[in-house]
């Protein structure tokens, strides 16, 4: 018996347990001080009314024998499909309920997904990146090529006809850039990859925090994507379910290669590998698109887009060149006077207990830069903005 | 672009998918007729108390700022490893908290557990089986062979030393045919694994049915296991678990080849393509193991062994020869009078309105058998009994 060797290519530790282990150093040797954490892109409010009433009335259902919930279907209840299917709705994407696939979170399906693909498939992942994109790919032993994303193409960048690549990795707003392609832009990628016969993976995890209408919410908004894109979107950011998971992906019936179609392949691996998301969670979910469940949500995602504008402000204020905070929870930031990044993280945690996200941590073009989220508290967020503020002036 | 092609290696139609359609087209051509579903292994009692109240409680910590919980350890929280590492202790098993990963289900865990191994082993599976050890391996294109469980071997094979393997998928009390190896027929697969290298999965989802001594409700009751096995349980079968998905993955530390240890690998792997199982589904399964808990599914565990008694002594009664029931809540029958699965199948649904499962559906040794579960309520189980000696006799 052998493992899987491709396991030995994947980079020794983990982004954040390195983070974390040398936020532990700093504090055992300085106990007296405070540390802010606005590095790893969890969440901080706690879940909206209308989300925790459906859990515990679904609670109460699943402990009556005449309500009670066995096996739900693999690929999530009807309700929460359709309210899913009404949400996109809202911004003008029609769908069918059966293109939508509720899963425990857009993590697990956007590292599932490539099982559907065959091992043979060249891969194209923008650098700097979620790191999941690169190492679930790594394991199962792909050809990755990079896309650099840079300073000069605002971090965002285009497709480059010269280069085959069959499956394309595409993140906006971006983790962990923030940048946010535009409609225009966004043509291009589906016009090449509709040309060349790839099929592009569109994170969306991040789309509530969009508020430019230039913006796309999902890539479905552009005309052709239905034949080339399978989009993954999650309720983790956008109403706070990193500890609740579920997300959803969406495969449009048009996406088939040689009269395959992927979404009945996904149907089928789901089927084999996944028994659903728990009920109540799913009740959860579907209380996300009430009317109650709206507004209390975006009460939240203005409390966290009111972090980034004082993240934001402090930056421009500080002449420092960053990207993000406007359609996003991330600012990417340049560091200054030519720090490379975990340079300029040792430094603002020793000199002022801010903890961020070292840009090297998500791939070689964010070498130099460094990621704030705006997933805190108000009062850490502008302590920390006035920190860094006094650190840097 | 191309899909992975191991899809259309697959059977066309998954078992359920077929049985609910020939149990649609009989009720539509006979509304009249009440069927009793025997088939499908999901469970009929509502969550416990305990667990309810948990949920609840946990819920009510989410909805507050200061007991929120953002994202877990992907392997699951140290109370509820604590807890599984407790109820190992009690038949004799220890283990380290380290060596569980809590997960969303024992399904997935088995069909996603191959990724740490490569791709060029040869994989063992007894037939007749739970369809997801085939049909995970085929999609990820590894080489199957079999192992026949029979009647005569009272569907329980051992190993055949003449034979090379490298994971070796056991499952017992077994799904579909309910039988359950001794611990002395353990130890020979045990060691035959730990004399050739291989790896044994080793599926314990319905070891809470077990009521005999001499039957092993853990593999790592089997001295050697610890250097050989991975075990998969799920609260499923345990708790009512089937909606609301949770199950847990032993790995030994001691389990490893080539100075390579599986543990690691399956942290890893979770850490990517992963994020943990919900916070209050943790604390549903963490009530599982308290004292309430624990009564109260055992009065569960009671309530379909009763089930299965029925079943068992109707069959008795008849001199049908059976497997299971006393250890599982699975009945595996051999068909009367040299009926093939499927002829039996709609036979019993025709002429009795008693559905279950054909026994060609788990693999061609199944050929000629059929499965009853247990877990239906007394009234309908002992209604298909009634009907089941009333049409055999």
């Given at each position: ?37 606005m ?134 707003p971006?983790?962990?850039?923030g ?30 925090f969009i508020s430019q ?87 939240n995602i203005n409390y966290y887009r009111g972090n980034a504008e004082i993240l934001a402000n402090c930056l421009y204020k500080l002449?420092i060149?960053y990207t993000g905070g406007k359609n996003s929870p991330y600012i990417w930031l ?38 704030l989220t705006a997933f805190g508290s108000r009062e850490t967020t502008t302590e920390a903005a006035k920190?860094i503020e006094?650190?840097?002036?």
């Amino acid at each position: 018996m052998y493992f899987n060797d491709n396991f030995n290519s994947l980079t020794e530790n983990y982004l954040f347990a390195e983070i974390a282990e040398r936020i532990k150093k700093y504090t055992t040797e300085n106990p007296e001080k405070k540390v802010l954490k606005m590095g790893i892109g969890d969440v901080t409010l706690p879940l909206v009314p209308a989300v925790t009433e459906a859990m515990h009335k679904a609670e109460d259902e699943m402990s009556q024998a005449s309500t009670f919930r066995g096996y739900g279907p693999y690929e999530g209840y009807s309700f929460l499909r359709e309210a899913i299917k009404n949400y996109y709705g809202t911004f003008g994407v029609k769908l069918n309920a059966d293109e939508i696939f509720v899963s425990d979170g857009a993590k697990s399906d956007l590292g599932n997904v490539t099982e559907i693909f065959s091992q043979n498939n060249t891969v194209l992942i923008p650098d700097p990146v979620y790191p999941v994109y690169v190492d679930s790919n790594i394991i199962a032993g792909r050809k990755i090529i990079y896309t650099a994303a840079t300073e000069e193409n605002g971090f965002l960048p285009l497709p480059d006809k010269k280069i085959k690549a069959d499956v394309i990795y595409i993140c906006s707003p971006n983790n962990p850039t923030g940048a946010v392609y535009s409609q225009e832009n966004l043509k291009e990628w589906v016009d090449y990859a509709n040309a060349s016969g790839a099929v592009i993976l569109y994170d969306a995890a991040y789309e509530r925090f969009i508020s430019q209408t230039e913006a796309s919410r999902s890539i479905f908004q552009i005309e052709g994507a239905r034949t080339c894109a399978i989009e993954f979107c999650s309720f983790s950011k956008t109403a706070g379910f990193t500890g609740t998971r579920c997300g959803y992906t969406v495969i449009p019936n048009e996406l088939e290669r040689g009269g395959i179609r992927a979404n009945s392949l996904w149907y089928r691996r789901q089927s084999v590998k996944f028994n659903g998301v728990p009920y109540v969670v799913q009740r959860g979910a579907e209380a996300v698109f009430s009317k109650d469940g709206k507004e209390q949500i975006q009460q939240n995602i203005n409390y966290y887009r009111g972090n980034a504008e004082i993240l934001a402000n402090c930056l421009y204020k500080l002449g420092i060149w960053y990207t993000g905070g406007k359609n996003s929870p991330y600012i990417w930031l340049k560091c200054p006077e030519g720090m490379k990044s975990w340079q300029f993280f040792d430094k603002l945690l020793n000199e002022a207990q801010v903890a961020g996200t070292p840009g090297a941590g998500f791939g070689k073009n964010g070498e130099g830069y460094f990621r704030l989220t705006a997933f805190g508290s108000r009062e850490t967020t502008t302590e920390a903005a006035k920190r860094i503020e006094k650190f840097l002036k």
